[in-house]
């Protein structure tokens, strides 16, 4: 099961490709994308464990689209 997260602000379709193709260059990150309209990140990890990961998520944002994460809800369709 993984998870949706709420970004601070929309992302436009680069800078979304980007955060995804860093988050799923770690090695535990089963699925990961932005929706559609740059406002959603939703994560899956390969084992469950998801401290890791999202403090990685919450840096490569900031990092890359200077803005935050909040969690919305558990992504049942992952």
Same mark, same amino acid.
Request: with cysteine; net charge negative; aromatic share 10%.
């Given at each position: 099961?993984? @998870?949706?997260?709420?970004?601070?602000?929309?992302? #436009? +379709?680069?800078? &979304?490709? +980007?955060?995804?193709? +860093?988050?799923?260059? @770690? $090695?535990?990150?089963?699925? &990961?994308?932005i929706s559609a309209d740059g406002r959603y990140?939703?994560?899956?990890?390969?084992? $469950? +464990?998801?401290?890791v990961v999202m403090y990685s998520a919450v840096?490569?944002?900031? @990092?890359? &689209?200077?803005?935050?994460?909040?969690?919305?809800?558990?992504?049942? #369709? &992952?």
């Amino acid at each position: 099961m993984g @998870r949706c997260y709420l970004l601070s602000k929309t992302v #436009t +379709e680069d800078l &979304a490709n +980007e955060i995804i193709k +860093e988050l799923t260059e @770690r $090695g535990d990150v089963k699925h &990961a994308r932005i929706s559609a309209d740059g406002r959603y990140l939703y994560v899956d990890t390969i084992d $469950g +464990e998801f401290s890791v990961v999202m403090y990685s998520a919450v840096n490569i944002c900031s @990092r890359i &689209a200077n803005c935050e994460l909040s969690f919305v809800k558990f992504d049942y #369709t &992952a």
